[in-house]
Protein backbone atom coordinates (compact mmCIF):
# COMPACT_ATOMS: atom_id res chain seq x y z
CA UNK A 1 0.00 0.00 0.00
CA UNK A 2 0.89 3.26 -0.56
CA UNK A 3 1.39 5.67 1.79
CA UNK A 4 1.92 9.53 0.36
CA UNK A 5 -0.63 11.08 -1.63
CA UNK A 6 0.49 13.60 -3.50
CA UNK A 7 -1.23 16.87 -4.70
CA UNK A 8 -1.82 18.03 -7.14
CA UNK A 9 -2.28 14.67 -9.40
CA UNK A 10 -0.85 16.96 -12.53
CA UNK A 11 0.19 20.30 -12.80
CA UNK A 12 0.81 22.05 -15.96
CA UNK A 13 3.00 25.69 -16.17
CA UNK A 14 4.34 27.44 -18.23
CA UNK A 15 8.53 28.07 -18.30
CA UNK A 16 9.46 30.61 -15.75
CA UNK A 17 6.90 30.02 -12.94
CA UNK A 18 7.74 28.58 -9.92
CA UNK A 19 5.64 24.90 -9.34
CA UNK A 20 4.44 24.03 -5.73
CA UNK A 21 3.72 20.52 -5.17
CA UNK A 22 2.14 18.77 -2.00
CA UNK A 23 2.77 15.73 -0.18
CA UNK A 24 0.72 13.97 2.89
CA UNK A 25 1.06 10.84 4.96
CA UNK A 26 -0.21 8.89 7.58
CA UNK A 27 2.75 7.56 9.85
CA UNK A 28 5.31 9.10 11.73
CA UNK A 29 8.67 8.83 9.99
CA UNK A 30 12.38 9.10 10.13
CA UNK A 31 12.57 11.41 6.97
CA UNK A 32 11.10 12.65 3.65
CA UNK A 33 12.19 12.40 0.51
CA UNK A 34 11.32 13.86 -2.95
CA UNK A 35 12.63 12.06 -6.26
CA UNK A 36 12.01 12.79 -9.92
CA UNK A 37 10.75 10.34 -12.75
CA UNK A 38 11.32 11.15 -16.25
CA UNK A 39 8.81 9.10 -18.69
CA UNK A 40 9.75 5.44 -18.75
CA UNK A 41 13.10 5.88 -16.82
CA UNK A 42 14.54 5.17 -12.79
CA UNK A 43 13.73 7.42 -10.17
CA UNK A 44 16.26 10.13 -9.49
CA UNK A 45 16.88 11.65 -5.77
CA UNK A 46 16.09 15.19 -5.13
CA UNK A 47 16.37 15.77 -1.15
CA UNK A 48 15.95 14.45 1.65
CA UNK A 49 14.62 16.09 5.00
CA UNK A 50 14.84 14.84 8.53
CA UNK A 51 11.94 14.58 10.84
CA UNK A 52 13.18 17.18 12.83
CA UNK A 53 14.08 19.46 9.77
CA UNK A 54 11.72 21.96 8.53
CA UNK A 55 13.17 23.49 5.43
CA UNK A 56 15.53 22.77 3.07
CA UNK A 57 17.09 24.29 0.14
CA UNK A 58 18.87 22.64 -2.80
CA UNK A 59 19.27 24.77 -6.28
CA UNK A 60 15.81 25.52 -7.31
CA UNK A 61 14.58 23.17 -5.20
CA UNK A 62 12.62 24.10 -1.97
CA UNK A 63 11.29 21.64 0.38
CA UNK A 64 9.40 22.24 3.95
CA UNK A 65 8.17 19.81 6.11
CA UNK A 66 5.38 19.90 8.95
CA UNK A 67 5.12 16.48 10.95
CA UNK A 68 2.38 17.81 13.08
CA UNK A 69 0.57 17.73 9.99
CA UNK A 70 1.97 14.83 8.30
CA UNK A 71 2.83 17.02 4.82
CA UNK A 72 5.73 18.41 3.27
CA UNK A 73 5.64 20.65 -0.22
CA UNK A 74 8.53 20.57 -2.88
CA UNK A 75 8.64 24.16 -4.29
CA UNK A 76 10.77 24.44 -8.13
CA UNK A 77 10.82 27.99 -8.48
CA UNK A 78 11.71 29.61 -12.20
CA UNK A 79 10.69 26.18 -13.86
CA UNK A 80 12.21 25.09 -16.62
CA UNK A 81 11.01 22.34 -19.83
CA UNK A 82 13.25 20.18 -18.36
CA UNK A 83 11.87 20.10 -15.30
CA UNK A 84 8.64 18.14 -16.88
CA UNK A 85 8.79 14.80 -15.47
CA UNK A 86 6.46 13.04 -12.47
CA UNK A 87 7.70 13.55 -8.74
CA UNK A 88 7.32 11.59 -6.20
CA UNK A 89 7.60 11.88 -1.96
CA UNK A 90 8.48 8.76 -0.67
CA UNK A 91 8.59 8.40 3.76
CA UNK A 92 10.94 6.57 5.75
CA UNK A 93 8.62 4.96 8.36
CA UNK A 94 10.14 5.30 11.70
CA UNK A 95 9.74 2.30 12.94
CA UNK A 96 10.91 0.31 9.81
CA UNK A 97 14.89 0.60 10.56
CA UNK A 98 15.64 2.39 7.66
CA UNK A 99 13.79 -0.28 5.27
CA UNK A 100 11.33 0.23 1.87
CA UNK A 101 10.29 3.49 1.59
CA UNK A 102 6.88 4.53 0.86
CA UNK A 103 6.26 6.02 -2.11
CA UNK A 104 3.00 8.02 -3.21
CA UNK A 105 1.57 8.10 -6.37
CA UNK A 106 3.42 10.89 -7.67
CA UNK A 107 2.23 14.65 -9.15
CA UNK A 108 2.88 14.89 -13.07
CA UNK A 109 4.32 18.56 -14.04
CA UNK A 110 4.19 19.91 -17.32
CA UNK A 111 6.44 22.41 -18.07
CA UNK A 112 5.12 24.68 -21.26
CA UNK A 113 8.05 26.60 -23.15
CA UNK B 1 23.09 7.58 -14.43
CA UNK B 2 23.10 6.78 -10.55
CA UNK B 3 25.34 4.32 -10.97
CA UNK B 4 22.87 1.48 -10.17
CA UNK B 5 22.11 -0.83 -13.78
CA UNK B 6 19.77 -3.11 -14.61
CA UNK B 7 19.69 -5.74 -17.41
CA UNK B 8 17.33 -6.43 -19.49
CA UNK B 9 16.12 -2.81 -19.71
CA UNK B 10 12.73 -4.36 -21.55
CA UNK B 11 11.76 -7.79 -21.89
CA UNK B 12 8.61 -8.79 -23.61
CA UNK B 13 7.34 -12.68 -22.68
CA UNK B 14 4.44 -14.86 -22.94
CA UNK B 15 1.98 -15.96 -19.86
CA UNK B 16 3.47 -18.62 -18.38
CA UNK B 17 7.07 -18.48 -19.57
CA UNK B 18 9.52 -17.34 -16.27
CA UNK B 19 11.96 -14.41 -16.41
CA UNK B 20 14.92 -13.46 -14.50
CA UNK B 21 16.05 -9.75 -14.05
CA UNK B 22 19.69 -8.67 -12.93
CA UNK B 23 20.50 -6.12 -11.16
CA UNK B 24 24.01 -4.38 -10.24
CA UNK B 25 24.15 -2.17 -7.37
CA UNK B 26 26.36 0.77 -6.52
CA UNK B 27 29.33 -1.34 -5.29
CA UNK B 28 29.78 0.02 -1.77
CA UNK B 29 26.43 -0.41 -0.86
CA UNK B 30 25.33 -3.25 1.14
CA UNK B 31 21.33 -2.85 0.82
CA UNK B 32 18.98 -3.23 -2.07
CA UNK B 33 16.02 -3.47 -2.71
CA UNK B 34 13.32 -4.33 -5.08
CA UNK B 35 10.27 -1.96 -6.17
CA UNK B 36 7.62 -3.08 -8.90
CA UNK B 37 5.64 0.34 -10.82
CA UNK B 38 2.60 0.46 -13.15
CA UNK B 39 1.61 2.91 -14.89
CA UNK B 40 0.64 6.31 -12.69
CA UNK B 41 1.62 4.50 -9.66
CA UNK B 42 4.51 4.73 -7.17
CA UNK B 43 6.92 2.28 -6.97
CA UNK B 44 5.67 -0.44 -4.31
CA UNK B 45 8.21 -2.16 -2.06
CA UNK B 46 8.95 -6.10 -3.54
CA UNK B 47 11.76 -7.18 -1.11
CA UNK B 48 15.88 -5.86 0.01
CA UNK B 49 18.55 -7.18 1.07
CA UNK B 50 21.18 -6.14 3.81
CA UNK B 51 24.76 -7.61 1.93
CA UNK B 52 23.56 -11.29 1.00
CA UNK B 53 20.40 -11.87 3.44
CA UNK B 54 16.70 -11.28 2.26
CA UNK B 55 15.64 -9.32 5.20
CA UNK B 56 12.11 -8.35 4.31
CA UNK B 57 9.25 -9.20 1.22
CA UNK B 58 6.20 -7.78 0.88
CA UNK B 59 2.48 -9.28 0.45
CA UNK B 60 2.97 -8.43 -3.03
CA UNK B 61 5.74 -11.08 -3.60
CA UNK B 62 3.85 -14.02 -4.65
CA UNK B 63 5.51 -17.38 -4.14
CA UNK B 64 6.09 -17.10 -8.06
CA UNK B 65 8.44 -14.53 -7.22
CA UNK B 66 12.49 -14.99 -6.06
CA UNK B 67 14.91 -13.19 -5.03
CA UNK B 68 18.56 -13.86 -4.31
CA UNK B 69 21.72 -11.62 -4.05
CA UNK B 70 24.42 -14.70 -3.44
CA UNK B 71 27.45 -13.17 -2.47
CA UNK B 72 25.97 -9.45 -1.66
CA UNK B 73 26.96 -7.93 -4.72
CA UNK B 74 24.51 -8.00 -7.55
CA UNK B 75 21.06 -9.51 -7.44
CA UNK B 76 18.32 -11.40 -9.45
CA UNK B 77 14.23 -11.14 -9.57
CA UNK B 78 12.91 -14.57 -10.83
CA UNK B 79 9.20 -14.68 -12.08
CA UNK B 80 8.06 -18.11 -12.81
CA UNK B 81 4.78 -18.53 -14.64
CA UNK B 82 4.31 -14.87 -15.58
CA UNK B 83 0.76 -13.59 -15.82
CA UNK B 84 -0.58 -10.55 -17.59
CA UNK B 85 -1.04 -8.58 -14.18
CA UNK B 86 2.93 -9.07 -13.96
CA UNK B 87 3.36 -6.65 -16.60
CA UNK B 88 5.43 -3.56 -14.42
CA UNK B 89 8.53 -1.66 -14.34
CA UNK B 90 10.30 -3.41 -12.25
CA UNK B 91 12.82 -0.95 -10.30
CA UNK B 92 15.85 -2.00 -8.21
CA UNK B 93 17.50 0.68 -5.97
CA UNK B 94 20.74 0.66 -3.43
CA UNK B 95 21.67 2.07 -0.24
CA UNK B 96 24.36 2.43 2.50
CA UNK B 97 23.11 1.85 5.58
CA UNK B 98 24.11 4.67 7.81
CA UNK B 99 22.52 6.80 10.49
CA UNK B 100 19.22 8.34 9.52
CA UNK B 101 19.41 8.96 6.00
CA UNK B 102 17.94 6.20 3.58
CA UNK B 103 18.39 7.56 -0.22
CA UNK B 104 18.19 5.08 -2.65
CA UNK B 105 19.67 5.18 -5.50
CA UNK B 106 17.91 3.45 -8.56
CA UNK B 107 18.51 1.67 -11.70
CA UNK B 108 17.13 2.62 -14.90
CA UNK B 109 14.01 -0.53 -14.11
CA UNK B 110 13.72 -3.41 -16.17
CA UNK B 111 9.97 -3.03 -18.13
CA UNK B 112 8.17 -6.75 -18.21
CA UNK B 113 5.50 -6.60 -20.75
CA UNK B 114 3.54 -10.28 -20.41
CA UNK B 115 1.38 -11.08 -23.32
Known amino acids: SQQGEEDPQALSIQEGENATMNCSYKTSINNLQWYRQNSGRGLVHLILIRSNEREKHSGRLRVTLDTSKKSSSLLITASRAADTASYFC?????????????FGKGTRLSVIA | DTGVSQDPRHKITKRGQNVTFRCDPISEHNRLYWYRQTLGQGPEFLTY????????KSRLLSDRFSAERPKGSFSTLEIQRTEQGDSAMYLC?????????????FGPGTRLTVL
Open chain 2, 49 to 56: FQNEAQLE
Open chain 1, 90 to 102: ATDPLDSGNTPLV
Open chain 2, 93 to 105: ASSLLQGQGNEQF
